[in-house]
């Protein structure tokens, strides 16, 4: 039954997840854009402790969902940008292909399904986008642009995996009397549910009309302890967990022209980089419970300027390249962004 506590690995995906351009441009003043953000992601492997791609196929943990995510952003002012992102947001459908014998290290005599998923939500970010440098920032420049994002995550409540477990270990009884499975199982979760804050740091340079370059870091602190229940299964409820932070490098190359006056085209290639420490429970450091991941997120789009209301549509791929305790996971991503505006910027 140890085995059911390492599927918490299941459950960051958000960090593949991410969806928002990472760039260091603020909103035009009283305006606003909001998204809509379908995505499907899977994963057929993991990245073990030492960087190895494990197969998570026949049984072993493989995994399928398809999220919903949304955001508004709205231009306070020409340098300071606020800013609601819900993603990844709602699971709407989740697979996980486990079959008992493998969930509990070949305890159960048989290989037979059970029903899991990962019926759960992503946690809330709450920030602003306040430019120093750019165009129309304190400091002027139209070569750079620094801008810097103060923020909170809010959590959701997350599933309780002490209910969990108990309906998983009722299916295990019901195959060890020879019964089928019958529960529907959440095995893991989509985000870590704990309230934390930080700041987010963005720096473009602009080559010329056509090429830029972005960097762009997230750095998150996680205040409060978690309990064990919302941690992993097989963790009680009496337990502490203390996640520390998670830090995130991002690189990206921007491609831009313009077709006609009306349609404008954007091609971009970041590299990312994400890591968090080792958990601590009750204070003690969990061995090989930290996670790295490195991926390409190529993404084209068009915008359509001239609509009554401006639409821009993205389409971008998560392409995993290397990790450490965490899932390969793949994913692909349709933004929808819609462009409004209330009063005058004037």
């Given at each position: 039954m140890k085995k059911i506590v390492s599927l918490?690995?299941?459950?960051?995906?958000?960090?593949?997840?991410?969806?928002?351009?990472e760039d260091a441009k603020a909103m035009p003043a009283r305006m606003g854009r909001f998204y809509l953000?379908?995505?499907?992601?899977?994963?057929?492997?993991?990245?073990?402790?030492?960087?190895?791609?494990q197969d998570t196929t026949d049984g072993k943990g493989a995994v399928k969902m398809f999220n919903l995510g949304f955001a508004l952003e709205y231009g306070i002012i020409s340098w300071?940008?606020?800013?609601?992102?819900?993603?990844?947001?709602w699971n709407v459908w989740s697979d996980l292909d486990f079959n008992l014998r493998q969930i509990t290290g070949g305890v159960a005599p048989s290989d037979k399904e059970i029903e899991a998923n990962l019926k759960d939500f992503g946690d809330i970010f709450l920030g602003a986008k306040i430019?120093?440098?750019?165009?129309?920032?304190?400091?002027?420049?139209e070569m750079f642009r620094l801008a810097f994002g103060p923020g909170v995550k809010i959590p959701l409540p997350g599933p309780d995996f002490e209910d969990e477990y108990a309906k998983l270990s009722k299916d295990i009884g019901s195959v060890m009397t020879g019964g089928d499975p019958s529960?529907?199982?959440?095995?893991?979760?989509?985000?870590?549910?704990?309230?934390?804050?930080?700041?987010?740091?963005?720096?473009?340079?602009?080559?010329?009309?056509?090429?830029?370059?972005?960097?762009?870091?997230?750095?998150?602190?996680?205040?409060?302890?978690?309990k064990g229940n919302k941690y992993a299964m097989g963790v009680p409820s009496s337990v502490d967990v203390a996640y520390g932070y998670d830090?995130?490098?991002?690189?990206?190359?921007?491609?831009?022209?313009?077709?006609?006056?009306?349609?404008?085209?954007?091609?971009?290639?970041?590299?990312?980089?994400?890591?968090?420490?080792?958990?601590?429970?009750?204070?003690?450091?969990?061995?090989?419970?930290?996670?790295?991941?490195?991926?390409?997120?190529?993404?084209?789009?068009?915008?359509?300027?001239?609509?009554?209301?401006?639409?821009?549509?993205q389409l971008g791929y998560t392409l995993p390249l290397w990790g450490v305790n965490t899932p390969a996971t793949n994913t692909i991503v349709l933004q929808i962004r819609a462009y409004f505006k209330i009063g005058s910027s004037s």
């Open positions: 918490v690995v299941l459950g960051i995906l958000c960090g593949t997840m991410a969806i928002f351009a953000a379908p995505s499907f992601s899977f994963a057929n492997q993991t990245f073990d402790k030492d960087g190895e791609r300071i940008t606020g800013a609601i992102q819900w993603a990844p947001g430019q120093i440098i750019g165009p129309a920032a304190p400091v002027q420049s529960e529907t199982i959440t095995v893991s979760r989509l985000d870590k549910h704990v309230f934390s804050f930080g700041l987010r740091s963005y720096f473009d340079y602009i080559i010329n009309s056509h090429f830029s370059l972005n960097l762009y870091n997230e750095f998150l602190y996680y205040p409060i302890k978690a830090l995130t490098f991002e690189f990206e190359p921007h491609f831009d022209t313009v077709f006609g006056n009306a349609i404008l085209f954007h091609a971009g290639l970041p590299v990312t980089y994400k890591t968090s420490p080792d958990v601590k429970v009750n204070g003690t450091t969990r061995d090989d419970s930290g996670m790295q991941s490195l991926s390409l997120k190529p993404n084209v789009s068009v915008f359509f300027t001239q609509m009554p209301l401006p639409l821009q549509f």
